[in-house]
């Protein structure tokens, strides 16, 4: 059980991370990962999309926060535990559902679809054996 704890904390990084740089670059982001063509939305849309995915991507970023503040606490269970668990099986979820009524995603994707199952199963493993802090 002692790769649960570097699978989460590498969860939360990346909650950090992927937020931070939507942030930052969602124009940019949203070209280039979604190739979405900002010509086919303007004005009060364009705005109001921008507005919203970066509100979205700020979540992102507080969850990510949130956990690492609340490591110790995620890694003892409990209440804690519990809302790391519906936050990673939440966006699993999210994403499988997704693909169920949206059609294969990008590889990309995917690959953060696996990712989220390993660590989901790691720390379901992990509650159900005991933690090892």
Request: charged fraction near 15%.
């Amino acid at each position: 059980m002692k790769v649960v704890r570097p699978l989460v904390v590498a969860y939360c990084l990346m909650l950090v991370v992927v937020g931070v740089a939507g942030i930052v670059s969602a124009r940019r982001e949203l070209a280039h990962l979604y190739g979405l063509r900002f010509s086919a939305i303007a004005g009060l849309d364009e705005v109001t999309f921008l507005n919203q995915y970066r509100f979205l991507k700020a979540v992102e970023l507080g969850a990510g926060c949130v956990c690492l503040l609340q490591l110790g606490a995620i890694m003892s269970g409990g209440k804690a535990g519990f809302g790391f668990l519906v936050l990673v099986a939440g966006g699993a979820g999210a994403r499988l559902l997704a693909w169920l009524a949206d059609g294969r995603p990008a590889p990309l994707f995917i690959t953060f679809l696996v990712l989220e199952a390993i660590v989901l199963a790691a720390y379901l493993a992990a509650w159900r054996h005991g933690f090892d802090g």
